[in-house]
């Protein structure tokens, strides 16, 4: 009685994480969508035409527009993994993944202001991070959780240290055409670097 009492829970936690994954994926496609709509706007209309026409005079923001297409591809493909291998036993983390649906958004939308997106960047990574602390403390036992939790941090203090470097630019008496070519060489090396490791440390 006692294991199927066991397995009852075990049930009823999958299926409620069930419904939180319909919902946030419905959440992905909204966003992808609205990006696709962005195509045919102008930069003045807080479109992202002009960042692929002219991609010489929007070289960040081209850069910071590719990485966001392969951190939220990534974020959806992984997302349906993790929490099939690990449901969600909690509404906490539920409750991040609407916001950060929300960030990945106006991520999109800001795709011409190339400091805009290197702190929505920050704010993608630290989410990351927390909904990994919470998913390591939901499944304590989970090895490869711990490893990932490591990983994650690794990330986000990267995306951090990216944004000191370009808005410290100034404090630190650097030349813009110098900091621009750090940031972009760094972006590459950050987006190599996630397709390198995908899907092993990958779950967002």
Same mark, same amino acid.
């Given at each position: ?8 829970? *075990? ?126 403390? *939901?499944?304590?036992?989970?090895? *490869? ?34 900091? *621009? ?24």
């Amino acid at each position: 009685m006692a294991s199927r009492t066991q397995l009852t829970k *075990e049930e009823k936690v999958r299926k409620t994480s069930e419904i939180y994954v319909r919902f946030t994926v419905m959440l992905f496609a909204i966003v992808i969508g609205f990006s696709f709509s962005l195509i045919i706007r102008p930069v003045r209309e807080g479109g992202i035409l002009d960042v692929l026409l002219s991609p010489a005079d929007y070289h960040l923001p081209l850069v910071s527009l590719v990485l966001s297409y392969t951190l939220i591809i990534m974020s959806f493909v992984r997302y349906i993994a993790s929490t099939d291998k690990f449901p969600m036993r909690s509404p906490i983390r539920f409750a991040l993944d609407i916001p950060q649906m929300f960030v990945y958004y106006v991520t999109f939308a800001s795709t011409a202001n190339f400091a805009n997106v290197l702190t929505l960047y920050v704010i993608i990574f630290v989410t990351h991070v927390a909904k990994t602390v919470l998913r390591r403390r *939901e499944y304590p036992k989970a090895k *490869e959780l711990e490893r990932r939790t490591g990983f994650a941090c690794k990330l986000a203090g990267c995306v951090f240290i990216l944004w000191i470097v370009y808005n410290g630019g100034n404090l630190f008496h650097l030349s813009k055409d110098f900091v *621009e070519g750090v940031i972009l060489l760094s972006m590459f090396i950050l987006e190599g670097y996630l397709i390198y490791k995908f899907p092993d440390e990958i779950s967002f």
